[in-house]
């Protein structure tokens, strides 16, 4: 099982990276709206194949994550 720390650690990288980024964004001159939306936009830029790789890795971190769980180790 995934501890709690872990999550949480992960979340506060996400938001401090995300910040930095829009921050960034604003000091070059966006307003926050725009800056949101830049980092966005990566997302809408993507096409079929980029979406399908995304999802076969989301599908094979859930299987990984599973078959950790099912045989109960505590370390990976």
Do not use: R
Not at 9 to 28: A, E, K, N, R, Y
Not at 40 to 58: D, P, R
Request: glycine share 6%; charged share 15%.
């Amino acid at each position: 099982m995934i501890p709690h720390e872990n999550i949480g650690d992960f979340h506060f990288l996400l938001t401090s990276c995300l910040m930095i980024s829009v921050g960034v964004d604003m000091l070059q001159g966006f307003s926050l709206y725009g800056a949101v939306q830049n980092n966005l936009s990566a997302f809408k830029l993507m096409t079929f194949s980029e979406w399908l790789m995304l999802f076969f890795f989301a599908l094979f971190l859930i299987k990984e994550m599973l078959a950790l769980y099912k045989t109960g180790k505590k370390d990976a």
